[in-house]
Structures are given as C-alpha cells and as structure tokens.
C-alpha cells in the first residue's frame, strides 16, 4: 500500500531533484523511496551505487607521506 508523504524543502532543492530525477528516467517520489531503501541495507547501499572504475580506485589515497613534490616528480617522469 502507497502512502502520501509531504516533505518541507528548500525550492532549489526541489528544482534540483525534479531535474535529477527528470535525467535518470525516475519520479521524485522513486527517489526518495530508492534513498530510504538504501538506509535500511546492511552497508549502507553505498557499495552497491560504486561503478567498478570507482571500486576500483578504493584505498588509493590511503599513503598519506606522499607530498605535492612527489606527484610533480611522478608527472615530470611520465611526461
């Protein structure tokens, strides 16, 4: 059974969520229900909404002593 829900929101937000939801194909209210199915998820959801390109770059910023001189030295030897 579907139930109305009234949401209180800034109108740039709403314009900005018509237009989302206008350029995936969805209605705001699908949306909204896609969000909170994710919130009830064991992780989040998050990990389901990553393409493999951005899996694939986890864990890359974890080396925290490389400094801006290394990726100069990085790009000067690639190029």
Known sequence: ????????L?????QKAKAYA???GKSVS?????FFTLLDSPSGGA??????????????LEDT????QDYYR????KY
């Open 74 to 77: 990085h790009i000067e030897e």
């Open 47 to 60: 990990e389901e909404e990553l393409t493999s390109a951005v899996r694939s770059l986890l864990g890359a």
């Open 30 to 34: 699908s949306l909204v229900a896609d």
């Open 65 to 68: 002593s490389l400094t801006k």
């Open 22 to 24: 206008h350029r995936s």
């Open 10 to 14: 800034d109108e740039a937000l709403i």
């Open 1 to 8: 059974m579907q139930t109305k829900l009234t949401l209180r």
